[in-house]
């Protein structure tokens, strides 16, 4: 044992000489006395000599060390009469020198944390440090350590430390009072509230209301980093639960914040109602019923006001909040909404007042409270609003008006009841005034009564509903643009109250007599039909009949009516059932749609996008039925077209699993239709449909069908004398080149090697660089994910930095073609992609506004201005090219370019002076020159960049 000993106090010795083993010994010891291999005691009495020194730096060390290891014993090794030992020493050692008190500290800190701390030993630790420390002399990380303490001690030990009392309350508040950093008062903050809950604060309640109030309103803005993660409305928000925890606190709160409301400071008001509005809840009835008078002087002045938005809601919040708390007294509650309607009566008088809408507002928000309010609110409201919608003429003022009553509509709905059920209101007759007013003239009012009779729906008898309904179907077919949406949500609303009356009013109204009816009533029908048929009782009626009418030769017009507001409601993917799938199982809509015949191309188009949505949302085995009954036409040789776009279309989203079963014959007749057809819509569909079958394919397909494919584009573009069928070819070649590279397959580079290597074709060079696009559109709706299709991550990223990369591959005209292809894919690229590549990017794009291509110039100036906002050194490199250029191009022929050119200058007015200054005065004088410019929109811009240019020297040397 003696030898261990003295090996400790060799070790020791050596830390006491280098403070750099100070560390590694500590944790070597905590872990010894963990594991056994030295006891506690051995350890302390050996840094007893230390501890007892004269020298105060040597005691200063002795405790430092016993104190890390402390913190570095696990929390639940120690024994409580080891803690108790240890407990004793730390309450000897505080009362020692000053300099010594951090290293106590820290010790502490490590005691409350254990597990096994005797009862009586937070109690001791405490009375010591409150006599023999003065917290705020401390430096800031010391204090943050005594607060910490508290927190573990309040939080874990609460019961142990009651038999303080006063005592501790008192110690608390002298440590804490006059903290200012922002940090520290965000630790207390979080932990006062559970201490004055817990802990009764007698005759020292106001001294601890005092010391928190000191700060209240918070008025803090950070000044360095470590004030950066916390703001002043963090520390506003953890005040305020401080400052009304206990209903005792309301004698001192409610004046406070009384004296608050009247400050000039806005942030004094927020405060101040944000507290009122926590505050009332603790306080309650008793506590604020004395105030109540003044508080609503001062949050009427809130309310009433027009100036601060943030500041009257605020207010209407805070009154809402305490109207909930006297609410439990009827008759003071009854007074104060008394108070509160006196005094704002007269703003509700007329409607074309200026604090109209703030009276409304805050006996809206106050009537939601409860029905009794809502009761007594409603009483003067009510014939107040009556008495002017009957008198005015103004459309304006009946609007207002009829707003006002739809709100308490609403809010009296909410509680249950409508306002006749109000004795004092039987008189009214609210429900014959909508009906009334639902025939008037002007557009909004009457959008606003039909919103009315809707809220109000539960109240209309048979009789009133009926006239509704006929009011709103005369709408339908009047076909006023502005009403039509209204009187959609109207029948929809209905629905689902009377659900049987809307299904008679759809087959007896809506539905009946179709074949006499004037097209341009039935077009309107059919809009608000297909608008109300996403409910499913509405739906199994209507779709039947609208489908029918959208495959019939009645009338052309009604035909595409009727389609185009079946794709609107099939892309909608708001209803109540699975309108695509009921749609074909119960309409057959696909069948009767491929059987329709038409000779207008858009009218096609318009049934294969029908077929497409629906057949994306079909089951594997729905869609492996449609295949089945309709994939025969795509192998016949000699194909129909009208039909075979549409299969086409139809086929696109087919999944996956799906095996189409790919023959020679298809893939021939889908390359023929893609080459050479006259029909523009069927060559893209073909293509589209190529591309989304190679996308999807089994290996063992692809490998079949790709050598095919590249013969027989090799074969066509070897054609001399026919440039259409070349291009038609490069068509197909971009299409397959991007199913490719989407699905990853190991031929995409070759693919896309020979669609860039077009760029330099003398002939059709230019038709590939304006194609080049196609690879990573983002408008495209073919090879995308809805249709099941094979998407691999970054498949754009590989397209750009490919191109990118071949820039050295092109010289003279050629390169004109590169730069075209290159600026389309910057147009699709997300600007993180763009930001990783600038070096290279850049010279590329400072190069092409050389040419002589004015689209390329254009497309190239607007990816720049996006650019330069980086401030890339690359641009910092290239300004004595850059602006110059930007300059010339200022006054530009075409007004894109020059607008976009000055747009440019006005970004790079941004960048340092010292870069930009030798330009300033050319780039000024120019700018002189184009603010006359005859088009409007360049001389704004002109102006714009001029001002910038101005003010780039101020604006620098402010920051």
Same mark, same amino acid.
């Given at each position: 044992m003696a030898s261990l000993n003295f090996d400790l106090k060799e070790r020791?010795?050596?830390?006491?000489?280098?403070?750099?083993?100070?560390?590694?010994?500590?944790?070597?010891?905590?872990?010894?006395?963990?594991?056994?291999?030295?006891?506690?005691?051995?350890?302390?009495?050996?840094?007893?000599?230390?501890?007892?020194?004269?020298?105060?730096?040597?005691?200063?060390?002795?405790?430092?060390?016993?104190?890390?290891?402390?913190?570095?014993?696990?929390?639940?090794?120690?024994?409580?009469?080891?803690?108790?030992?240890?407990?004793?020493?730390?309450c000897d050692?505080?009362?020692?020198?000053?300099?010594?008190?951090?290293?106590?500290?820290?010790?502490?800190?490590?005691?409350?944390?254990?597990?096994?701390?005797?009862?009586?030993?937070?109690?001791?630790?405490?009375r010591v440090m409150f006599e023999h420390v003065q917290c705020q002399s401390l430096p800031l990380s010391e204090r943050r350590k005594i607060y910490i303490i508290f927190k573990i001690l309040i939080e874990n030990k609460i019961d142990d430390l009651i038999s303080m009392g006063s005592d501790l309350v008192y110690g608390i508040i002298n440590s804490i009072d006059g903290e200012r950093d922002p940090n520290n008062l965000v630790l207390l903050f979080n932990v006062l509230p559970h201490f004055i809950k817990k802990f009764p604060l007698e005759h020292l309640t106001e001294e601890m209301f005092e010391v928190m109030a000191c700060y209240f309103p918070v008025d803090f803005n950070p000044s360095g980093s470590e004030d950066l993660n916390v703001t002043r409305e963090d520390l506003a928000k953890r005040l305020a639960p401080c400052l009304c925890v206990i209903p005792e606190f309301a004698d001192y709160c409610i004046p406070l914040i009384i004296d608050k409301l009247y400050s000039t400071h806005r942030i004094a008001k927020l405060d101040s109602l944000n507290l009122l509005r926590e505050g009332v809840q603790t306080f309650e009835l008793l506590k604020v019923k004395s105030h109540l008078s003044e508080l609503w002087t001062i949050l009427k002045k809130e309310i009433m006001s027009e100036k601060d938005v943030e500041i009257k809601d605020a207010a209407l919040e805070a009154i809402t909040s305490l109207i909930k708390i006297i609410s439990v007294d009827e008759a003071v509650c009854k007074n104060f909404i008394n108070q509160v309607i006196t005094d704002i009566k007269f703003s509700l008088s007329d409607v074309q007042l200026s604090l109209y809408r703030s009276a409304q507002r805050l006996l809206e928000t106050i009537a939601v409270i409860s029905k009794t309010v809502c009761v007594q609110i409603l009483q003067i409201v009510i014939p107040l609003c009556i008495g002017q919608y009957s008198t005015k003429n103004s459309s304006n003022d009946k609007i207002a008006l009829i707003e006002t009553l739809n709100n308490f509509v609403k809010i009296c709905s909410h509680h249950g009841f409508c306002i006749q059920d109000v004795s004092e209101l039987a008189w009214t007759n609210i429900l014959q005034i909508y009906l009334d007013g639902s025939v008037v003239e002007n557009t909004e009012l009457k959008s606003r009564i039909f919103v009315g009779l809707m809220i109000q729906k539960a109240y209309l008898n048979d009789v009133q509903r009926t006239v509704f309904y006929n009011v709103i179907c005369n709408e339908i077919e009047a076909g006023c643009d502005e009403i039509q949406i209204i009187c959609h949500t109207a029948i929809i609303d209905f629905a689902t109250m009377y659900l049987q009356e809307i299904l008679l009013l759809i087959k007896d109204r809506l539905l009946s007599k179709t074949d006499e009816t004037r097209v341009e009533i039935l077009k309107r029908r059919i809009k608000a039909l297909t608008a109300v048929a996403k409910i499913y009782e509405l739906g199994c009626a209507i779709l039947?009949?609208?489908?029918?009418?959208?495959?019939?030769?009645?009338?052309?017009?009604i035909c595409i009516t009727a389609l185009l507001n079946i794709q609107k409601l099939i892309a909608s993917k708001k209803s109540d059932f699975n309108i695509h799938r009921f749609l074909y199982n119960e309409c057959h809509i696909i069948d009767k749609l491929i059987l329709y015949k038409t000779n207008v191309i858009d009218h096609k188009m318009l049934?294969?996008?029908?077929?497409?949505?629906?057949?994306?949302?079909?089951?594997?085995?729905?869609?492996?039925?449609? @295949?089945? &009954?309709?994939?025969? =036409?795509?192998?016949?040789? $000699?194909?129909?077209?009208?039909?075979?776009? +549409?299969?086409? %279309? #139809?086929?696109?989203?087919?999944?996956?699993?799906?095996?189409?079963?790919?023959?020679?014959?298809?893939?021939?007749?889908?390359?023929?239709?893609?080459?050479?057809?006259?029909?523009?819509?069927?060559?893209?569909?073909?293509?589209?449909?190529?591309?989304?079958? @190679?996308? &999807?394919?089994?290996? =063992?397909?692809?490998?079949? $069908?790709?050598?095919?494919?590249?013969?027989? +584009?090799?074969? %066509? #573009?070897?054609?001399?004398?026919?440039?259409?069928?070349?291009?038609?070819?490069?068509?197909?070649?971009?299409?397959?080149?991007?199913?490719?590279?989407?699905?990853?397959?190991?031929?995409?580079?070759?693919?896309?090697?020979?669609?860039?290597?077009?760029?330099?074709?003398?002939?059709?060079?230019?038709?590939?660089?304006?194609?080049?696009?196609?690879?990573?559109?983002?408008?495209?709706?073919?090879?995308?994910?809805?249709?099941?299709?094979?998407?691999?991550?970054?498949?754009?990223?590989?397209?750009?930095?490919?191109?990118?990369?071949?820039?050295?591959?092109?010289?003279?005209?050629?390169?004109?073609?590169?730069f075209v292809a290159l600026v389309h894919l910057l147009e699709q690229m997300p600007e993180e992609l763009l930001l990783l590549h600038l070096t290279e990017l850049v010279p590329l794009l400072i190069e092409s506004l050389t040419l002589s291509n004015e689209h390329l110039i254009f497309r190239t100036l607007i990816s720049l201005k996006l650019l330069l906002d980086t401030k890339h050194d690359i641009f910092l490199d290239n300004v004595q090219c850059v602006i110059p250029k930007l300059v010339q191009l200022s006054i530009h022929r075409i007004m894109d370019v020059r607008i976009a050119a000055l747009e440019c200058l006005a970004h790079y007015a941004c960048y340092p002076s010292v870069l930009i200054n030798p330009y300033k005065q050319v780039v000024l004088d120019k700018l002189g020159i184009v603010v006359d410019d005859r088009k409007r929109l360049v001389r704004r811009a002109a102006v714009e960049a001029r001002i910038r240019w101005f003010i780039a020297d101020a604006s620098e040397s402010k920051e």
């Open positions: 020791l010795d050596i830390c006491f000489n280098d403070t750099t083993t100070l560390d590694p010994l500590c944790k070597s010891i905590s872990s010894e006395i963990e594991s056994g291999s030295m006891k506690l005691g051995t350890f302390v009495e050996t840094l007893g000599s230390y501890m007892t020194d004269q020298n105060v730096l040597t005691r200063e060390k002795g405790v430092t060390i016993l104190s890390s290891v402390l913190s570095q014993i696990s929390q639940d090794y120690l024994t409580e009469s080891e803690l108790y030992f240890i407990t004793i020493f730390y050692r505080i009362k020692d020198h000053y300099n010594i008190i951090p290293s106590v500290l820290n010790g502490i800190l490590a005691l409350v944390n254990m597990n096994r701390l005797p009862q009586g030993a937070p109690l001791s630790l405490l039947p009949q609208i489908v029918t009418m959208s495959t019939s030769n009645i009338d052309n017009d049934i294969s996008n029908i077929c497409q949505l629906i057949m994306r949302n079909l089951t594997i085995e729905e869609q492996c039925a449609i @295949l089945a &009954k309709y994939a025969v =036409a795509l192998n016949t040789k $000699i194909l129909e077209t009208d039909v075979t776009i +549409i299969i086409m %279309n #139809l086929f696109i989203p087919l999944r996956k699993d799906i095996n189409l079963n790919i023959s020679n014959d298809m893939v021939e007749n889908l390359y023929n239709l893609a080459i050479g057809n006259r029909n523009l819509d069927i060559k893209q569909t073909s293509c589209k449909f190529l591309s989304v079958l @190679l996308n &999807k394919m089994e290996m =063992a397909d692809l490998n079949r $069908i790709v050598p095919y494919l590249e013969d027989k +584009i090799d074969n %066509n #573009l070897k054609t001399d004398n026919d440039i259409e069928l070349r291009q038609d070819t490069i068509n197909i070649q971009i299409w397959i080149t991007k199913a490719f590279v989407m699905r990853g397959y190991s031929k995409s580079q070759y693919f896309l090697k020979n669609l860039t290597h077009l760029l330099t074709h003398d002939e059709m060079g230019q038709f590939v660089s304006e194609q080049y696009q196609i690879l990573v559109s983002k408008y495209e709706d073919a090879l995308i994910e809805e249709n099941f299709c094979d998407i691999k991550i970054f498949y754009k990223q590989r397209v750009f930095e490919y191109l990118l990369q071949q820039a050295i591959n092109f010289t003279r005209s050629s390169r004109q073609n590169y």
